[in-house]
């Protein structure tokens, strides 16, 4: 089964005269949809754009893994494991936030600030606190989030190119940049598939692209 979430149908969130702009994939804050809470062990994939100076100030999380991918600009990020880091495109940045983290997210940079964060549910809730950044990620070498049972692939993309993808009980395909046909439908940014029960799944780039897969183990949940 595959279900297909257009850029255009997430929910509109974040702060216009604070300079942050937000598009949520999954329920989030006064809109809730019982039927959008997660897919697998994914809670959210939120797309962020922050105007220079612009950001979020400090917040708790807990019981949440926290991945975030930067598509443009850089990130600069703080948290309360005493990790100060500047995210840049490229970069692949988790923060674990067990039982309990704070961290602040600006964008102290000149130009516009674009990322991708998705939040996934541990297999096993509550631990200490940690913190991880990846630099230079490669498409080769999936990272790997046990805690959360689940494989991120970045695939990029030249136009006439194709991939397959990994066969999993639950897939979800997040097209960051440029264009990809999936099962005969063509994804543009900010399109979604929820992918459950399906194999020999490949993408075929329309245009140069850059995409990221979560590939979930034993991750069920509603598509």
């Not at 809730?32 to 809470?37: A, G, S, T, V």
């Not at 807990?62 to 948290?79: F, M, P």
């Not at 439908?185 to 799944?201: Q, Y």
């Amino acid at each position: 089964m595959i279900r297909i979430q257009r850029a255009g149908e997430r929910y509109p969130g974040g702060d216009a005269e604070a300079g942050i702009d937000t598009r949520h994939a999954f329920s989030f804050g006064r809109f809730y949809e019982p039927d959008n809470l997660r897919f697998g062990a994914l809670l959210a994939c939120n797309e962020e754009r922050l105007a220079p100076g612009a950001g979020f100030e400090e917040h708790p999380h807990s019981h949440t893994e926290i991945v975030t991918w930067v598509v443009e600009g850089e990130l600069t990020h703080r948290d309360s494991t005493g990790h100060a880091t500047v995210v840049r495109p490229g970069d692949l940045q988790r923060l674990s936030s067990a039982s309990g983290a704070r961290h602040v997210e600006r964008n102290d940079g000149p130009d516009p600030l674009v990322f991708v964060q998705m939040w996934l549910a541990p297999l096993d809730p509550g631990g200490d606190p940690s913190y991880e950044i990846v630099r230079g990620i490669a498409d080769a070498t999936p990272y790997d989030l046990p805690a959360a049972g689940a494989l991120l692939h970045v695939r990029r993309l030249e136009t006439g190119e194709r991939t397959a993808l990994p066969d999993a009980e639950s897939l979800y395909v997040h097209v960051v940049r440029g264009t990809v046909r999936l099962a005969g439908e063509e994804l543009a940014p900010g399109d979604a598939a929820r992918v459950t029960g399906e194999k020999d799944l490949a993408l075929l780039a329309t245009g140069d692209a850059e995409v990221l897969v979560w590939e979930m183990r034993g991750a069920s949940g509603a598509v």
